[in-house]
């Protein structure tokens, strides 16, 4: 069991990976991610089609790195 998480989580971080490095680049400084962080946290994003898409796949992805490093944690641990 253990083996297998561990494998699947190697999977999941890669994807991880690659949904970051595929997203576009904000390169508007750091008071572009504040605001930009502000607008996306309330729904005035303006992302269509695959930018929206690699978007939600990050989010879900690391949702599941969490649990799956979580559920590691507690195989090895007992």
């Not at 991610?33 to 607008?39: F, P």
């Not at 269509?48 to 559920?71: K, N, Q, S």
């Amino acid at each position: 069991m253990e083996i297998a998480l561990k494998i699947l989580l190697v999977i999941v971080s890669l994807g991880l990976i690659a949904a970051v490095l595929l997203q576009k680049g904000k390169s508007a400084g750091l008071s572009g991610a504040i605001s930009g962080g502000a607008e996306h946290l309330f729904g005035k994003q303006k992302a269509r089609g695959m930018d929206l898409f690699l978007a939600r796949m990050t989010m879900v992805l690391a949702a599941l790195f969490i649990i799956l490093a979580l559920l590691i944690g507690f195989f090895v641990k007992g």
